[in-house]
């Protein structure tokens, strides 16, 4: 199982990304796919998670700015980030699993079995 991030960058306070995960090799009928960061110094934290029924799941830090999604024909999933703020600066992961998004949510998502490589997304002042 393959996980490829991209999309982050460098945009000011207020500014918008769109995170891609394209996903490969993962032949589970069901999942949870959910999107991690970690800034410098600061432990692992979850942003987002998404199970394969289409059940979302969101930090209290980021509910109504972003927006996780996925794209089955293209083995994709999204991360739309909105309104960003310099607090959300960090290296954006994505993970997937075959098992219970709410089980699989804690620990900071240690039980998550693959992980893409990041993505870095710094927001400016």
């Known amino acids: 199982v393959q996980l490829v991030e991209s999309g982050g960058g460098s945009v000011q306070s207020g500014g918008s990304l769109r995170l891609s995960c394209v996903v490969s090799g993962y032949t589970y009928s069901s999942y949870c796919m959910g999107w991690f960061r970690q800034a410098p110094g600061k432990e692992r934290e979850g942003v987002a998670h998404?199970?394969?029924?289409?059940?979302?799941i969101y930090a209290d830090s980021v509910k109504g700015r972003f927006t996780t999604s996925q794209d089955n024909a293209k083995n994709t999933l999204y991360l739309q980030m909105n309104s960003l703020k310099p607090e959300d600066t960090a290296m954006y992961y994505c993970?997937?699993?075959?098992?219970?998004?709410?089980?699989?949510?804690?620990?900071?998502?240690?039980?998550?079995?693959?992980w893409g490589q990041g993505t870095q997304v710094t927001v400016s002042s």
């Open positions: 998404i199970s394969s029924d289409g059940r979302t």
């Open positions: 993970a997937a699993d075959s098992r219970d998004c709410s089980w699989l949510q804690e620990e900071n998502g240690a039980k998550f079995g693959y």
